[in-house]
């Protein structure tokens, strides 16, 4: 399972960028979706790598997730490393 978490805000970002985000379930920045590790779920990611924060997650997860949970989301090092690859 993915915790698939908006890190960047949608404004002024490509129309293909924005229906993936959708189909993600990703409305809002910040908003924490979780959804089955799957080759098709890991390349719509792909598109918007640089706008998201993955992180893998116990199978027992479902759905949405808690206040408490979107609380932690990812940490600067983890951001940086996914700019630092975007540049590449």
């Not at 098709?40 to 993955?54: A, D, E, N, P, Q």
């Not at 408490?68 to 975007?86: F, I, N, S, V, Y």
């Amino acid at each position: 399972m993915l915790k698939i978490t908006l890190t960047a805000g949608k404004v002024g970002k490509q129309e293909k960028q924005l229906k993936v985000l959708t189909a993600l379930g990703l409305k809002k920045f910040g908003s924490v979706v979780i959804r089955q590790d799957s080759p098709t779920i890991r390349g719509m990611v792909g598109k918007v790598h640089h706008l998201v924060c993955v992180e893998e997650v116990a199978e027992g997860t479902t759905g949405k997730v808690t206040r408490k949970a979107k609380a932690a989301l990812c940490t600067k090092t983890e951001k940086e490393t996914t700019k630092k690859k975007a540049a590449k």
